[in-house]
């Protein structure tokens, strides 16, 4: 039969007896043709290309009537199979939107169920695309606009355990950002593609799953610091979430009504419970085009959103600035003179692209300098604020100084030496007039994020500073730009506060800084602690002599002695190379002559006080790791 000229169906001849309830099953459904004339076969000429039909194999099908051991193929109106034959006399069945083939051992369930789900994921997907496309194309129309990807992974970040973010710092180092930002999208296309296999029969739940991503989001931007304005991309997103959504469900599941005759319902067949014919489906060409017109419009959003958002890179700002001279420029670093000066060894001063960075800022902030403030505020006699501008007018010093992370293993490279330009701390808080009582000194960031530590610190010569410079220009953005924190002789985790908006004076029974609730101590000096460079672990090298070398760092103490034994030797004194202060890591090297087979080399450290590194090995939560660090070296 045509689809344009469809049987009637003949009524006084139902093609099997009803079950017992088929008075209370209707078969012949809104949307369905079924054939039946002269067998199945048309008495004249199709003239479509489209013919669906259905075989009934009625020597097969049980004198009780009951269809489901009988050789039936069936299809319900939106083309899901619902009786066939034993699988020993099924064939395989695959289905395009013109026709049905069989052959091989497949079932028509299986067939419908991949095209079910495979128009499900494309429509998931989709509007996932095209919601965040549309997100980030907000988010570059105002500084103050938030990416809803950015402020859920911060949110993620802050929910995280301490444990987990200890295990991401150690496997993936300073990539643990990207590795989070990759987890996110996962999980968002996970949920996506269910909410678009679930819209084929639950439209509405599927639609308020979609609104849920701009609630989310919303709800992420509103517990950050950017206010109302910050959640404007995420709610924008999804509006088009639910409306991308319809748009690609309507295309994927929407079928036109098929009329099935003049036949009154009450009159119709009820012995075809177990047979439906499919004679129209979605046009494949139809949905994939609009899924590819989504998608495409939900890509160029997002670059376009990206490419605004470059307006706001601070990185312009910072190529603006000209940093002035400190008053008292101390003499250039000969690093002849530090550095151990043997292959393999770190340098002595790092450079600014290769020093560490390890922070909760999952989107680097950029700040404009010409809206940018510190304040200092809390305990104090006057509250006061300064520009960028006044800062830098001010008598600015140097400090060479090596900065460490708490979450620094054993032998691990979470530290750096750079020499920094800055403000003295003690000035701007002298002219601020602490207050008695205030024993914390809390630095905030522009993102929230906040490090706190004792005011009692700045009662020695140490160095503690707000920096505007490193290693002769100004920070750069992923290190604090415009100003941060600096305290020497402190993890960073308590002391380090980059992208620096606020300095409060307040105490520790009042406030609690950001890594205090997740488990961290509340105080963090820094441990004693000594690494070897070369060999490398593992690392093949040639009988003969070779240099054993390293670093070792006690800020503010010093280092006094490193020592190195080979296998089960003695300690054996390494040469200190001179160090320009107390605050920065000291390097070491110890010539040795190296016999063929496998050797383990470790190394320890004594401070400026004579404290001898321990050697239980610590874990870095809570207050920094310990132990000491060893290798082995394959000699041949």
């Known amino acids: 039969m045509s689809a344009r000229s469809p049987a009637r169906v003949r009524a006084s001849r139902p093609l099997m007896r009803s ?23 048309p008495p004249e000429a199709c003239t479509s290309t489209v ?11 049980p004198p009780s009537g009951n269809p489901s051991s009988g050789a039936v193929l069936a299809f319900r109106g939106r083309g899901r199979p619902i009786r066939y034959a034993p699988r020993s006399e099924r064939r395989d069945v695959s289905t395009t939107d013109d026709h049905v083939t069989t052959s091989g051992d497949a079932t028509p369930v299986d067939v419908a169920r991949t095209t079910r789900w495979g128009r499900g994921a494309v429509v998931g997907l989709g509007t996932a695309v095209a919601a965040l496309g549309v997100a980030e194309l907000t988010s570059g129309i105002d500084r103050r606009f938030a990416s809803p990807i950015t402020q859920v992974g911060n949110r993620v970040i ?78 924008v997103g999804g509006v088009v979430a639910v409306a991308a959504l319809r748009f690609l469900a309507g295309r994927a599941w929407d079928r036109p009504a098929a009329p099935v005759g003049d036949v009154p319902a009450s009159s119709r067949p009820v012995a075809l419970d177990a047979v439906s014919l499919i004679v129209s489906t979605p046009s494949r060409r139809a949905f994939l085009g609009g899924a590819a017109a989504v998608a495409l419009v939900g890509a160029g959003a997002a670059t376009t959103g990206r490419w605004l958002r470059t307006r706001f890179d601070a990185a312009v700002d910072r190529a603006k600035v000209i940093l002035p001279k400190a008053k008292e420029p101390l003499p250039a670093l000969d690093p002849a003179k530090f550095a151990a000066g043997v292959d393999g060894s770190t340098p002595f001063i790092t450079p600014n692209g290769d020093f560490y960075r390890i922070d909760t800022a999952l989107e680097v902030p950029q700040v404009p300098v010409d809206t940018w403030k510190l304040t200092i505020s809390g305990l104090v006699d006057e509250e006061l604020s300064f520009t960028y501008q006044d800062l830098l007018d001010r008598d ?24 920094w330009l800055g403000i003295p701390l003690r000035e701007l808080l002298d002219e601020a007039g602490v207050q008695a009582g205030a024993d914390q000194l809390v630095g905030r960031s522009v993102d929230g994020y ?15 500073m707000v920096v505007v410079g490193m290693n002769g220009e100004p920070l750069p953005v992923i290190h604090g730009f415009p100003a941060r924190l600096l305290v020497a002789g402190l993890y960073g985790y308590v002391s380090a506060t980059k992208w620096l908006t606020e300095i409060e004076l307040t105490t520790f029974a009042e406030f609690d800084h950001y890594w205090v609730p997740r488990g961290y101590a509340v105080e963090a000096p820094i441990k004693t602690f000594s690494r070897i460079d070369t060999p490398a672990g593992l690392g093949r090298i040639e009988a003969g002599r070779h240099p054993i070398a390293g670093v070792a760092w006690a800020q503010t103490r010093g280092i006094s002695k490193v020592e190195v034994k080979v296998d089960d030797g003695a300690w054996t004194p390494a040469e200190l190379k001179p160090v320009p202060n107390d605050e920065t890591w000291c390097q070491w090297v110890l010539p040795w002559d190296f016999a063929a087979g496998s050797h383990n080399i470790t190394c320890r450290a004594t401070d400026g006080t004579g404290e001898i590194q321990t050697e239980e090995r610590v874990a870095p939560l809570p207050d920094g790791a310990s132990g000491w660090h060893s290798v082995v070296a394959l000699v041949s």
């Open 19 to 41: 079950h017992s309830d088929a008075a209370s099953k209707p078969l012949v459904r809104q949307g369905i043709r079924v054939a039946e004339r002269g067998g199945f076969e």
């Open 450 to 464: 906040t490090c706190g530590f004792p005011v009692s610190a700045l009662d020695d010569d140490r160095t503690a």
């Open 51 to 61: 013919f669906k039909t259905v075989a009934i194999v009625r020597s097969a099908i």
């Open 158 to 235: 802050d929910a995280a355990p301490p444990w987990l973010k200890t295990f991401a710092i150690e496997n993936f180092g300073t990539n643990d950002k990207q590795v989070l930002i990759g987890s996110v999208m996962v999980l968002l296309a996970v949920f996506a593609i269910v909410l678009g296999i679930t819209s084929r029969r639950r439209l509405g739940l599927a639609t308020a799953g979609a609104a849920l991503f701009g609630v989310l989001g919303a709800a992420a931007a509103l517990a950050g610091v950017g206010g109302a304005a910050a959640a404007v991309p995420s709610v």
């Open 396 to 419: 600015l010093v140097e400090a060479d100084l090596t900065l460490t992370c708490v979450s620094n293993e054993v032998g691990g490279q979470l530290a750096g030496t750079a020499r």
